[in-house]
């Protein structure tokens, strides 16, 4: 079967290449390769050892993309909760090993890999809401149950990241989740509800819930200079880079507050600044308009569904995807705490490249399915 | 606004009856509005980084360069103090050193800890350092160590990056070749204080390193010696790691200020002193140049410039023999006998004749009241007056003529007097009359004064400066002056209204002191066709009850003077010994006629002097650091530190030198019974021992 959009190109190009969605991943891999050139620069003009490791991970994360790309819609709808579940038990084991060995863990030593379960939690709970609401009868939308069970779906994984104590991670699975909940058309005035208790109870949570260094971090975001040494270090580094850059950025490998170690985390965190010092304010805009292009087809995606299920996990991917980039990219400009979120296909590390290329897959999945059951109704291996 | 009014309706309406058709409308809708929000957010990140990256730029492009660049200033080299012959007395020498900067510890006492152990430092000098730390202003750096071996250095550098606020460098540390003999004349260096800071708000002062003169010569001619600072522009990461230089820009050397001092003799004078507390000055008859301007016991400058010990601190103030007190400018002694050559000058200009004579009964009746001479002398005229030193002669004339012209004199002759010198702070003395003894005391003028004054006792107090400025006057009937910094431009200085007979007279008495039948025969120089003139006092300080000046506590014990000008026969040399509590003259004219026999023939002077430092235990310096290494054994773990600033150290040494000086004062209300020139009972003063005695201490 074959679509009429690509049989101009059928003469030339193998139908299976030609029905990729090129429009998305043309600036992906024009995005990952700057990335990789930026990771050069942070080891100080060297492929070693982030730029290598990071055109791997991705080659590899893209095949895994690939991979969950072609898994059927039946497949997915049966394992979604199966799934759920694993992540959940992988979290308690996650938090039991870290009581035995006494500290804090987040990874699960597999043998072969190291797992970050709280990462594989962020997609994961999308399609786990995206399967609740599409498989609840419409008309209970409105009802408690609609927002009470997948409310208890947010918060087990929630109340186990926290633990661990990650505040970023929690606070992606709840913007994921929740946006998937106003997506399912739960009644706005819940929402806002929640917004105005959150209001309230932030305060609390501040004072209360979190860790002294967490504190210093909220604060100095207000006034990172009063502490420049201390806390706003970071905050402040980053503006230095940032504002250092210009319209035209300083060139590329002559960034001196990466190279000369003044940006803490130039490879991961703030590689942002890392590159907006040498690229200036040219290179941020192009990394905006990549991130705009690509979160603006997974919209597509979702909203070209018909499926229930299939728009609700697309809309839920392409949040997750936005929570990475927006609070990322916030805190490196000055405008969120520090909170330890990287860039997607930027940073320098593999489970944040693991993460947004399962979510990439996953639109990637609806994509296809949109194309070959426009309907929604037939369905085929 | 349009949309959020649409979402709520339709929300509402999706309630009761809710279908797939509702549901799809909400979420295109609702997606509608992420996609808008998403696109919003990303409108503000842009806005936000052109807001940065433009309206800011300047802003964050002048901060990324601080970071990046760090200007630091170099030190510039200090200029050499040099002696006539252009020897150095205060050079440079490159060492390596490390200083701590307190305000970017983070844990001072840890990091000191640890750099003592690195350096194996002395646990009282790493007492010395925490406490400074613990006073100090905290931008200001304070000295660790310096002097340090090249292993020492490098096993410091490698730790820098754990050691914040640690600095290791390489720069020039000032070096005093002769150490404790020049002491008090050059003074030393030490790091800028606070309030030194406050008045020079020259970033080189704070420059770790940097060291600016703190007594003495290196204090009054700061500005001369500094020279300007060189600066390195260095490219430093975040930790402090220097990746390259940039820019160098090397300093100038501050100018040398060249003295008229002559080094070796001044060493030799220090070194002959011994065991005694005393100061040697010799002047150039010519020009007035000061030759030398020795004190001691004195300190040593290269250990003062590291910072004052507490431990070194103590032992200093405990001694006795005071030897943070420059006793060349601020010691005042009754003159004695030393005067009466220019008392006899006097008493010519008044009109008395060289052969008007007395008789010496052991004394002589003045008014209704008979006044003690030591001895008894039978018929004394001028020659004899001096040459014996008869007391009762100079009771008679100053009696005669009034002492007011004699006070007169004494004043001409630069007793009383201050001198155009570079020095920090110089004592004027006294030379009494009624006038002064009125305004001082509101009492008349007694019979008593005149005879105590005639023999340079009572209120007369003079410094070895002004005696040495005396005798360089006596011997050539001008009025010299004294100077410190070489120049070519010497005039000959204006001569006194002396007729050549006069001074012929009293020059010719003074001879006879040493080669005739005088009192210091003994002072004779070993030399052939060289001769010293010259007169001996002996000062006493309390009374006959007390003691009998030459035994007993040492701090009762006469003064011993003595000044003298050679060759005799054309003066090229002048100068004055004064030996505290030396027991007599004979303490002090032992000394003169060495160091003159060091100017005339060196070999012959160093021969004496090293069989006289073997019994001693070695050179003044070599005494100097086994005393403190008894001491610090002894006592080290119960010292008081010394004062915070190095200003009140020397304003309390000078405040006690005033004190110091008004000793004999209180003998001065009677007649002073004199004694024989004599010497003391050859017990050497307290505190002159390597191991600090116990007893007699203040």
């Known amino acids: 079967m074959s679509l009429s959009g690509t049989t101009a190109r059928r003469s030339v190009i193998p139908e299976p290449i030609a029905r990729q969605p090129w429009g998305m991943l043309i600036p992906l891999f024009l995005l990952v390769a700057f990335g990789a050139a930026v990771l050069y620069s942070a080891a100080g003009g060297s492929m070693q050892p982030f730029a290598t490791s990071h055109l791997l991970r991705f080659a590899i994360a893209l095949g895994l993309a690939a991979f969950i790309a072609s898994l059927p819609r039946e497949f997915v709808r049966f394992m979604t909760y199966p799934a759920y579940v694993i992540v959940l038990v992988m979290l308690i084991g996650v938090e039991a090993m870290g009581a035995l060995r006494g500290g804090s863990q987040r990874w699960l030593d597999l043998g072969f890999m190291v797992l970050q379960p709280s990462e594989l939690m962020k997609p994961v709970i999308v399609v786990t809401l995206a399967q609740f609401y599409a498989s609840m009868p419409v008309g209970m939308i409105g009802t408690a149950r609609a927002v009470v069970v997948p409310g208890v779906m947010i918060l087990l994984p929630v109340g186990l990241v926290l633990m661990q104590p990650d505040l970023g991670t929690s606070l992606a699975i709840i913007f994921g989740g929740a946006i998937v909940m106003l997506l399912a058309g739960l009644p706005l005035r819940w929402f806002i509800g929640a917004g105005l208790a959150a209001a309230a109870l932030a305060p609390l949570a501040f004072f209360f819930g979190l860790k002294e260094y967490q504190q210093r971090r909220v604060l100095t975001m207000f006034n990172p200079e009063a502490d420049a040494l201390g806390a706003g270090y970071h905050i402040t580094q980053s503006k230095i880079a940032i504002g250092s850059g210009g319209i035209f950025g300083k060139g590329f490998n002559n960034g001196s507050q990466s190279h000369l170690q003044y940006l803490p985390e130039p490879h991961t965190d703030f590689v942002f600044a890392t590159m907006a010092e040498e690229w200036g304010l040219i290179g941020g805009l192009f990394v905006i308009a990549v991130f705009s292009v690509i979160l603006r087809w997974g919209l597509s995606v979702a909203r070209a569904s018909q499926d229930r299920f299939a728009s609700l996990l697309a809309g839920g991917m392409c949040a997750t995807i936005f929570f990475y980039i927006a609070v990322n990219l916030m805190m490196v400009m000055g405008m969120a705490p520090v909170v330890g979120i990287p860039l997607p296909f930027m940073s320098h590390g593999g489970s944040s490249m693991l993460t947004n290329m399962i979510c990439i897959g996953a639109l990637m999945m609806v994509n296809r399915w949109n194309q070959r059951a426009p309907r929604g109704g037939i369905l085929s291996g | ?698």
């Open chain 2, 1 to 698: 606004m349009k949309n959020w009014f649409k979402l709520g309706s339709g929300a509402r309406r999706a309630g009761p009856v809710a279908n797939a058709s509702t549901l799809k409308n909400t979420f295109d809708r609702r997606s509608m509005m992420i996609g808008t929000v998403q696109g919003g957010v990303a409108v503000l990140l842009a806005a936000r980084m052109g807001y940065l990256a433009i309206a800011e730029n300047e802003k964050y492009r002048l901060e990324s360069e601080s970071n990046r660049v760090n200007l630091s200033l170099i030190p510039p080299r200090r200029g050499w103090i040099l002696d006539r012959d252009g020897a150095p007395l205060a050079s440079n020498r490159a060492d390596f050193r490390v200083d701590i900067i307190p305000d970017r510890l983070s844990d001072a006492d840890r990091t000191i800890d640890q750099i003592g152990a690195l350096l194996s430092l002395e646990p009282t000098r790493i007492a010395d350092i925490k406490s400074e730390v613990e006073r100090s202003s905290g931008f200001a750096p304070i000295e660790v160590a310096s002097g340090l071996q090249y292993e020492e250095f490098a096993a410091l550098s490698v730790r820098l990056p754990d050691m914040q606020g640690v600095v290791p460098q390489r720069g020039f540390s000032r070096f005093y070749p002769t150490g404790s003999s020049v002491g008090h004349l050059i003074g030393y260096v030490g790091p800028a204080s606070a309030e030194e800071y406050a008045e020079d708000r020259n970033p080189l002062l704070i420059t770790p390193g940097y060291k600016i003169g703190k007594d003495g010569l290196e204090k009054q001619f700061e500005q001369n010696l500094r020279g300007t600072a060189g600066a390195r522009r260095v490219e430093v990461t975040a930790s402090g790691r220097i990746v390259r230089d940039l820019e160098t820009r090397d300093d100038i050397q501050g100018d040398p200020v060249k003295l008229t001092i002559d080094g070796p003799l001044q060493d030799y004078a220090a070194r002959r002193i011994g065991l005694e507390s005393g100061s040697v000055v010799v002047m150039d008859c010519d020009t007035g140049d000061l030759l030398c301007m020795a004190s001691m016991p004195s300190f040593d400058p290269n250990s003062f410039s590291d910072g004052i010990g507490s431990v070194e601190y103590a032992m200093l103030r405990e001694d006795v023999r005071v030897p943070l007190r420059n006793k060349v400018l601020q010691g005042l002694y009754p003159p004695g006998s030393t005067i009466k050559p220019m008392h006899c000058l006097a008493f010519l200009q008044a009109g008395i004749k060289p052969t008007d004579a007395i008789n010496c009964g052991g004394g002589r009746q003045i008014g209704n009241r008979f006044f003690r001479c030591h001895s008894s002398h039978g018929r004394v005229d001028m020659d004899k007056a001096i040459a014996q030193s008869c007391d009762s002669y100079f009771y008679h004339f100053a009696q005669v003529i009034g002492f007011d012209k004699v006070a007169a004199m004494a004043s001409s002759m630069g007793l009383g007097k201050q001198f155009e010198l570079p020095v920090l702070s110089q004592f004027y003395g006294t030379v009494p009359n009624p006038d002064w003894k009125e305004k001082k005391f509101g009492q008349p003028w007694r019979p008593h004064d005149t005879v105590n004054s005639s023999i340079g006792q009572g209120y007369y107090l003079t410094s070895p400066l002004q005696l040495a400025v005396m005798s360089a006057r006596l011997a050539t009937g001008r009025e010299i002056t004294p100077r410190l910094v070489l120049s070519d431009n010497v005039s000959t200085p204006k001569a006194y209204n002396f007729g050549a007979g006069e001074m012929a007279i009293v020059q010719q008495g003074m001879n006879n002191v040493v080669n005739g039948y005088g009192t210091a025969r003994r002072a004779r120089l070993p030399i052939n066709d060289v001769e010293m003139a010259g007169k001996t006092g002996t000062a006493q300080v309390v009374s006959l009850s007390v003691s009998d000046g030459r035994s007993g506590p040492w701090k009762y014990r006469d003064h011993g003077l003595f000044v003298f000008f050679a060759p005799f026969d054309k003066p090229k040399y002048a100068g004055a010994v004064v030996i505290e509590h030396g027991g007599g003259s004979g303490s002090a004219y032992p000394i003169a006629r060495d160091v003159m026999t060091f100017m005339f023939d060196p070999e012959k002077g160093l021969d004496a002097l090293k069989g006289m430092e073997k019994s001693w235990g070695g050179t003044a310096q070599q005494r100097l650091e086994k005393r403190y290494a008894a001491y610090a054994a002894e006592r080290g773990a119960s010292v008081t530190p010394p004062p915070r600033r190095d200003e009140d150290i020397f304003d309390k040494v000078e405040a006690e030198a005033r004190l110091a000086a008004r000793q004999s004062e209180k003998i001065a209300v009677d007649a002073i019974a004199p004694r024989q020139d004599q010497i003391a009972a050859g017990t050497p003063p307290p505190d002159a021992t390597l191991a600090p005695s116990q007893g007699n201490r203040e």
